[in-house]
């Protein structure tokens, strides 16, 4: 596997528009080699015999049904607001 460089972090930093020090620079391309070895490792796994997972645990709608219940009048709603417009609330233009 190829280790991530100093250029490389250069180059990603630059593209990020970071500026980072000469020990960031460092620690930052160790870090990012370990984080691509661990997962090349994990690449290498034989996954040939297990059965995807789409979710950790099984999951059920726990959301209540959907029921219509009466509402508000409308002309009650319109009836406290200051001022309508086109079947809306018309509010003061605040840009």
Do not use: C, W
């Not at 979710?55 to 009466?70: G, H, S």
Request: hydrophobic fraction near 40%; aromatic fraction near 8%.
């Amino acid at each position: 596997m190829m280790a991530i460089t100093i250029k490389d972090v250069e180059y990603i930093a630059h593209l990020s528009r970071l500026e980072i020090t000469e020990e960031e620079k460092v620690q930052f391309a160790k870090e990012l080699s370990d984080i691509l070895e661990h997962v090349n490792r994990l690449s290498k796994i034989n996954t040939d015999n297990v059965e995807p997972t789409y979710f950790a645990v099984d999951t059920k709608n726990v959301y209540r049904e959907d029921v219509i219940k009466p509402s508000i009048n409308r002309e009650d709603v319109f009836a406290a607001a200051p001022s309508i417009e086109n079947g809306g609330f018309k509010v003061p233009k605040i840009i």
